[in-house]
C-alpha cells in the first residue's frame, strides 16, 4: 500500500465506489484529468489490482455535408416541401431552386424511398410523401445535430437510419475509437476495505528547492519499486553487420596489423591470374562471376610483372612448378569484374611492398554469380588477411585461433583443403554450442611461389579469407543469410549490441 502513488490511491477509491467505470468516469470522480488517470491505470495493472476491458466503439459525427443538411433538411425532404407548397414541381425548376447536384440527389432518394414520383415531368408526392413522418435518417440526423453518438448506443430505428446516411458522401464520419472500462480484482478490493489514504504531495527525489524551502520535513517520501514495468529503451544504433565489422578491425588493429582497402571493380589479371588461377578454371565462366561490359576491359600492370605471371601460367617460370602448360592469354586477363575476393586486394598490396615486415588485413564485399537462398547471396563481405616475414604454418594456425578467440569461439579446428594460390591449404571451422556443430568460416594458406615469385617476394606469405555473413548468423542466432540486410525495424531495434 505504501508503494501506491496518490493518483493510484484516488483511482481505486473511485473504483470502490463506481465498482465499474471509464477513463472518463474515472477524470470526473477523481478530478483528475484524463492523462493522470490513465498513467495511474497503466501503473496498477501489473499489480493485479484492476482489470482493464479495452472495448473499440463507433463514434458517429456529422461531415460537412450533414451539418449542411442538418440545419436545411435532406435535399429531398426540401423538395418535397416546395412541391407541396406550390402545387406544383417541375423537374426543370428544381436545379434553380436547390443547385443542379443538390436536385440530382434529391430525385434519386424522392424514388428510392417512395416519396415521390414522377409524372411528365412534374415531382408529384406519393401518400408517404403527404404524410411528412420523418424517417429513420432524418431522426438520427437530428440527433447528430446535438452531438456525436455511439453506434452501440442507437436503437434499431435509428441503426436503419445509419445504413442509408452511410450511403451518402461526406453526412456522417465514423471514428473506431477504443474505450476503457476498469474493475476492481479481488486483490484491488481487499486493499480498498482495508481502507485508502488519499496522501497529500509525494515526492520521489530530494530536490535543491525542497532543502531551501525546507518542505522536505512535510513530505511523503514514496518508495521505488525496482521490479515495476518500464516502457522499452529502443535508442538508435548501428546496423549489426556494421557493428561486426568494426568489432573485427579492433581485433587485427591489437594484434598489430594495418588495414588496406581495394577497388570493387578489378581486372582479371588482379582478381585471377596473379593468384595463379588458370584461365580455364570453373571459376572464371560467366555462371561463377560477374563480368562488366562497359567498360569491358582494363588496363594490364607493367610489362616485366605481366611476363612474369605469363612465364608462370604457362611453364612454372623460374619456380620449379610446370605451370599450368597452356598459352597464357593477355585479352582474358585485361576482362573487367566485380572481385570474387578480396585476395585480389591483397596481392595488388603486395606488389608494391615487396620486404617484410608486412601485417595487413581488409574488410570489403565481394561479389559471386550465386542464387540467393538462405544460405547464399551474390554479394557478401569477405576479412582478408596476411602476413610476410619470418613466418611459418604454425604462426599461421596460431593467429587464426587468436582471432577467433577474440571473437568469442574457443574451439577452432583446421581441416586440409585445396586453393589454386595456397599450399598447403586449409578450412576454418569453429564449434558453435547452440548449434552443436562445427562450421566453415573460411579458408587460408601459405601463398605458393607461383604467386609470390612472379612480384619478387623471397619471404612465406601466410593469407586468409574469412567470412562476416555466416559469422555474423551464428553470433545473432540467424537462420536466413537474407535476414541481415532485410529493413526488419522490429528486428534491428531488438538485436542486441554486443
Known amino acids: 500500500m505504501e508503494e501506491l502513488h496518490s493518483h493510484e490511491r484516488k483511482v481505486l477509491v473511485a473504483l470502490s465506489k463506481l465498482q465499474e467505470a471509464t477513463q472518463e468516469a474515472l477524470a470526473s470522480e477523481t478530478g483528475m484529468d484524463y492523462n493522470s488517470v490513465g498513467r495511474a491505470i497503466y501503473w496498477l495493472m501489473p499489480k493485479g489490482l484492476i482489470t482493464v476491458e479495452e472495448v473499440k466503439e463507433g463514434h458517429i459525427d456529422l461531415g460537412e455535408e450533414g451539418r449542411v443538411y442538418a440545419k436545411e433538411g435532406l435535399p429531398e425532404r426540401r423538395t418535397l416541401a416546395l412541391a407541396m407548397e406550390r402545387g406544383e414541381l417541375k423537374i426543370e425548376d428544381l436545379g434553380a431552386l436547390l443547385g443542379e447536384e443538390r436536385a440530382k440527389i434529391a430525385l434519386g432518394w424522392l424514388r428510392r424511398k417512395d ?8 415531382i ?28 452501440g448506443d442507437l436503437e434499431p430505428r435509428l441503426l436503419e437510419g445509419l445504413k442509408l446516411l452511410k450511403e451518402r458522401q461526406d453526412v456522417i464520419r465514423i471514428e473506431e475509437r477504443e474505450q476503457k472500462t476498469v474493475a476492481l480484482t479481488e486483490a484491488g478490493q481487499k486493499l480498498a476495505e482495508r481502507g485508502l489514504e488519499v496522501a497529500g504531495e509525494e515526492a520521489t527525489q530530494l530536490t535543491h528547492e525542497h532543502l531551501k524551502a525546507g518542505s522536505w520535513k512535510g513530505l511523503r517520501y514514496r518508495p521505488y519499486d525496482v521490479q515495476a514495468f518500464a516502457p522499452e529503451a529502443l535508442p538508435a544504433k548501428l546496423h549489426p553487420l556494421g557493428r561486426m565489422v568494426q ?62 605471371v605469363a612465364s608462370v601460367h604457362e611453364n612454372g617460370g623460374g619456380t620449379g612448378s610446370r605451370g599450368w602448360n597452356y598459352r597464357w592469354d593477355p585479352k582474358t586477363a585485361e576482362l573487367l569484374l566485380l572481385r570474387t575476393h578480396t585476395t585480389a586486394a591483397t596481392i595488388r598490396y603486395l606488389a608494391g611492398h615487396r620486404e617484410p615486415p608486412i601485417k595487413v588485413f581488409s574488410i570489403g564485399r565481394v561479389f559471386r554469380n550465386e542464387k540467393i537462398t538462405f544460405k547464399h547471396l551474390p554479394e557478401f563481405h569477405q576479412v582478408e588477411g596476411i602476413v610476410m616475414g619470418d613466418a611459418n604454418f604454425s604462426n599461421l594456425l596460431g593467429i587464426l585461433r587468436e582471432y577467433y578467440a577474440k571473437m568469442g569461439f574457443e574451439k577452432v579446428r583446421f581441416r586440409p583443403s585445396f586453393f589454386p594460390y595456397t599450399e598447403p591449404s586449409l578450412e576454418v571451422e569453429v564449434f558453435y554450442p547452440e548449434k552443436g556443430g562445427w562450421l566453415e568460416l573460411g579458408g587460408a594458406g601459405i601463398f605458393r611461389p607461383e604467386v609470390t615469385e612472379p612480384l619478387g617476394i623471397k619471404h612465406p606469405v601466410l593469407a586468409w579469407g574469412l567470412g562476416l555473413e555466416r559469422l555474423a548468423m551464428l553470433r545473432l542466432g540467424l537462420e536466413d543469410i537474407r535476414a541481415l540486410y532485410m529493413s526488419d525495424v522490429d528486428w534491428l531495434r531488438r538485436v542486441p549490441c554486443r
Open 124 to 151: 408529384v408526392p406519393t401518400e408517404l410523401g403527404k404524410g411528412g413522418a420523418k424517417l429513420p435518417d432524418e431522426e438520427l440526423l437530428e440527433r447528430l445535430a446535438a452531438g456525436p453518438l455511439v453506434v
Open 247 to 308: 568489432e573485427i578491425r579492433r581485433i587485427f588493429l591489437q594484434m598489430g596489423f594495418q588495414e588496406i582497402k581495394g577497388p570493387l571493380v578489378e581486372s582479371g589479371f588482379w582478381n585471377f591470374d596473379a593468384l595463379f588461377v588458370p584461365q580455364d578454371h570453373p571459376a572464371r565462366e560467366m555462371q561463377d562471376t560477374f563480368y562488366l561490359s562497359r567498360p569491358s576491359r582494363g588496363n594490364l600492370p607493367k610489362e616485366e610483372l605481366v611476363r612474369a
Open 115 to 122: 416519396l415521390a414520383r414522377i409524372e411528365k415531368g412534374r
